[in-house]
């Protein structure tokens, strides 16, 4: 059995499930997952390929004895100690993990122009014309492989006008009720925010420029928090998340923090 684990709750986790999509149909099973949980139970013998994601290099050891193939496709920072050496792995923190897996199931074939747009906002490059709308309407549909096979990147450029323009609106609100806190031993501008964190840490950035990153935060339903951290220059919040188990890029990292 084929197995396909991609990054939670993420356009370009999702983005890098559709391609595995494209090139296995249903003869896998595609499981969410994200940092702070346990591996899924997956058995013996099985086929793996996780995507924008990637478990510590012991847990990735294990299922390798385990499995009878495992292929890690990964990107962010906090991974490349843990992949280094290793030889199930592609890592590439130029590219974003649905570029990744398109590169790695369609090898020589120009990309969708929509794992582009995943791409482009994914490494805050916005390099692609009307690239903050076009994800914006992204955002705004299912995380379904039928739905997300009937998307145009044209139409969702013009459904994401008035989409952005209203995410606009809601940054500022945030960036308004921001104070400053202390997070892991530094003073940031932290706001309560279970959406829009990229932006509206860049917008607390911009505002509050002697602060070396901001924070955004959720209480989840099991009692814990998740934090977003969100810098710009030369900080690297992935050093301050991976010190709480989490993970991600130089200027955009997360962890949980167990409140229990």
């Given at each position: 059995?084929?197995y396909?684990?991609?990054?939670?709750?993420c356009?370009?986790?999702?983005?890098?499930?559709?391609v595995?999509?494209?090139?296995?149909?249903?003869?896998?099973?595609?499981?969410?997952?994200q940092?702070?949980?346990?591996?899924?139970?997956?058995?013996?013998?099985?086929?793996?390929?996780?995507?924008?994601f990637?478990?510590?290099r012991d847990?990735?050891?294990?299922?390798?004895?385990?499995?009878?193939?495992?292929w890690?496709l990964?990107h962010h920072?906090?991974?490349?100690?843990d992949l280094?050496?290793?030889?199930f792995t592609?890592?590439?923190?130029?590219k974003s993990?649905?570029?990744?897996?398109?590169?790695y199931w369609?090898?020589?074939?120009?990309?969708?122009?929509?794992?582009?747009?995943?791409?482009?906002?994914?490494?805050?490059?916005f390099?692609l014309?009307?690239?903050?709308?076009?994800?914006?309407a992204?955002?705004s549909?299912?995380?379904?492989f039928?739905v997300w096979?009937?998307l145009?990147?044209d139409?969702?450029?013009?459904?994401?006008?008035?989409i952005?323009?209203a995410i606009n609106?809601?940054?500022?609100?945030?960036?308004?009720?921001a104070t400053?806190?202390?997070?892991?031993?530094?003073?940031?501008p932290?706001?309560?925010?279970t959406c829009?964190?990229?932006e509206?840490?860049?917008?607390l950035?911009a505002n509050f420029?002697?602060?070396p990153?901001?924070?955004?935060?959720f209480d989840?339903?099991?009692?814990?928090r998740?934090?977003s951290?969100?810098?710009?220059?030369e900080?690297?919040?992935?050093?301050?998340?991976?010190?709480?188990?989490?993970g991600?890029?130089k200027n955009?990292?997360?962890?949980?923090e167990?409140?229990k």
């Open positions: 059995m084929n396909v684990l991609y990054h939670k709750n356009n370009d986790g999702f983005g890098a499930a559709w595995a999509w494209q090139a296995l149909g249903y003869q896998a099973k595609y499981i969410a997952v940092h702070g949980d346990l591996p899924p139970d997956i058995p013996d013998g099985s086929i793996v390929t996780i995507v924008d990637a478990y510590s847990v990735l050891l294990d299922m390798y004895e385990r499995m009878e193939s495992l890690v990964d920072k906090t991974a490349a100690q280094t050496g290793l030889e592609t890592f590439d923190m130029d993990g649905a570029m990744l897996a398109w590169e369609f090898s020589g074939q120009s990309p969708p122009l929509l794992i582009q747009y995943i791409q482009d906002k994914d490494l805050w490059l390099q014309e009307n690239s903050a709308e076009v994800t914006a992204l955002s549909y299912p995380k379904d039928d096979n009937t145009s990147v139409g969702m450029a013009k459904e994401g006008m008035a952005q323009r609106i809601k940054v500022l609100e945030h960036v308004e009720m400053i806190r202390n997070v892991a031993g530094y003073q940031v932290v706001v309560n925010a829009y964190t990229s509206i840490g860049s917008q950035n420029p002697d602060s990153f901001s924070a955004m935060y989840l339903a099991d009692g814990n998740k934090w951290l969100r810098s710009r220059g900080f690297d919040v992935s050093a301050v998340a991976q010190k709480f188990g989490g991600g890029h955009s990292a997360g962890y949980i167990l409140m």
